[in-house]
Structure formats: C-alpha cells, structure tokens
C-alpha cells in the first residue's frame, strides 16, 4: 500500500488559485488511477478529479475548466491545479491512489477554504 501525504492547502480569495500536491512513499508509475476527492462539513465526500497512468483525466462537471489533475512519475507526485476558486469549493481535500474500480489509499487531507 503506498502512503500519500497532500500539501498546498490553504485560504485564498474568491477567484484565486491553488495548487494542491500529493507526494506518494513509493513509485506512482504502476497505480492505475490517482485521484482528488473533497469533502465539505456536513457532506460526502465527493469526487473532484483522477488521472490514469495513460494519462486519461476525468472531472466533475462543477469543476471542470477550472481545475487541472496532472501526475509527475518521476517525482512520485500528483497535482491538482485550481483556478478560479469559489467559495463553494471550500473543503478537505483528499489524494487517492488506485485500481479502475477501487481506492487502495488515502491521504490525510489539505483543508482549502475559500473566502468571499
């Protein structure tokens, strides 16, 4: 099982950006799908982002032309490029690291707020 451990976190103003990083223990180059989940107080968790290791990315809707998922192999690192922040963006945000069909593990979380 590989540890992932997320940075980048923090509060930023409505249509500010972020860059959110998630550092793997081992080589990422092998996991099939990493992965940004978030999860805001008092909902699911949702999911927000992946990238696969043929380089095939998927969003959800809301997010989608804002954020950008790219994955360095050779730095054993995700990243989740945000842009144009809203404050209904605000939450926890959670790496993964995985199958097609399952999450094999988590991060700890980054916590994002943004203010309006």
């Known amino acids: 099982q590989v540890q992932l451990v997320e940075s980048g976190g923090g509060l930023v103003q409505a249509g500010g950006s972020l860059r959110l990083s998630c550092a793997a223990s081992r080589s990422i180059s ?3 799908v990493m992965g ?10 949702e999911f927000v982002a992946h ?7 998927d969003y ?8 950008t998922i790219s994955r360095d192999n050779a730095k054993n690192t995700v990243y989740l490029q ?7 963006d605000t939450a926890v ?12 593990s988590w991060g700890q979380g980054t916590q994002v707020t943004v203010s309006s």
């Open 60 to 67: 959800v809707d809301s997010v989608k032309g804002r954020f």
């Open 36 to 45: 940004w989940y978030r999860q805001a107080p008092g909902k699911q968790r």
């Open 93 to 104: 945000y959670y790496c993964s690291a995985g199958g097609v069909y399952t999450i094999d």
């Open 51 to 57: 990238i696969t290791s043929w380089g095939s990315t």
């Open 82 to 88: 945000m842009n144009s922040l809203k404050p209904e």
């Open 30 to 32: 092998s996991i099939n």
